[in-house]
């Protein structure tokens, strides 16, 4: 069993970025800038965006924070979409999800100029990824697929089953996957909530990618000999056992799954740390102006 | 076994448009105004166009046709799309494809307005559609649809398998089917010419949308009892039997299939009447604006 190490590739993508961006800064330009636009006081998300600032400090991406009361009004923050739509200094923003409820969601990604768009949540890019144009690809998938291609995971021909039907992971992962290229071409089955049966989708499957948000959902005895497993799913748990009175569990089972597979991602240092690089990869190419 | 009747559900269909026209039209209101924009002499093209002209007639579309030699340009046919983009007296166009060589498909699609867009090819309403946001579906898996819901099929948890991943057919359509809505809910595989042994997945499917237009392909050992069984490929097949010297033939052995089937769409007559009525709907959406 090989365990797909996602701290050591993030941490092998971030001096490539570093590199990228010194070729950038060496020759007279400005590195990339990123902006994100922070609602509220939301515990998780003020660590996903404290973390985000971090990685950009350290691999050189000029990051600019919006923070913004709950009280916040949607014509405000449309209005700053718009000011960072028009803004040349930034190459590509994010607005922080979830947003408190006065505010539409749906509107706000849609007000963001897809050129921008690093998230890749706008349907200009998600229509663009389904059509296989080039486009922002959200970050957990994205990662996801350097994670296949940097450990050369066989996938063309290959059964894969996804757990979960999100919009920002199990769909767009389940679309790449299906398409003509490597990561992709192969067989692919969405298994969600109304599945009957999941356990012998997942039996059948060369890869499973899960992404449902239950801890340890996936047992040993759901997993064929040889499959690659991908964990997605991150959970909060009480536990005694850390000073913090919480773990973070996986989707999988792994004690018992890992023992089955060729390949397996943890949690964490799987998936996770994958997901903050992909974002300054986007970041990266918006500053290179590669995709659009 | 079931024989899923598309002549006549598109007929059923033409009587509702028309009731709608009239309300419309009865209160001084102007009708659907669709433009078709048709490059070239291609024979297949030309009669798809005639036919959308003629059904647009009987049901009370207005319909205007706009005509252009292989050579026009691409800068040309973007100015006119641009045109139609503006124009208020047009609800909807279509670019009947495919465009000559010099021209680039994806450009004159992505130049159409999305909210005139009634074939559903530009990718924000790809990718409206995946998010699972109101928008412009195309014709065939709007088509097909309309026949689940018609026919009252259950799709919730059931197992449906998808062959091909076409743009137009297999993609939308196994999104649609993936999503938490009738029809929808389905687990949801998508095989294609990577997949390895296509006839393990049939047999597992409780239904079967076949989009692969290779004649024939889908024999009656690959299916289970009691499947439903879509059968989308239409290819013309040379045949004596016809006067035409040619035949028009399925993605499935239907004499073979038909008897395992609880319902079966046969070709011609099934899912092919829907479609020019898919886009017919799609004008009248656009009329009513519904959508955009």
Redesign the interface.
Known sequence: MILIDGRATAKQIKLEIIEEIKQITNKGGAPPHLAVVLVGNNSSSETYVTNKIKICKEVGVQCTLIHYENSVTESKLLATVNDLNKDENIDGFIIQLPLPKHISE?KIIESISYKKDVDGF???????M????PCFVPATPKGIFELLKRYKIET??K?CVILG?S?IVG?PI??LL???TYPG????????N???NIKK?CLKADIIVSAIGVPEFLKGDMVKYGAVVIDVGITRVYSMKNKSGFQLKGDVLFEEVAQKCSYISPVPGGVGPMTIISLIQNTLLARKKVIY
């Open positions: 749906q706008h349907p200009i890019n998600v229509g663009r389904v059509i296989g144009l063309i021909g059964h039907r919009n769909k389940a679309n299906a398409q003509k071409n192969c067989t692919l089955t969405i298994c969600h109304k599945t009957i989708h």
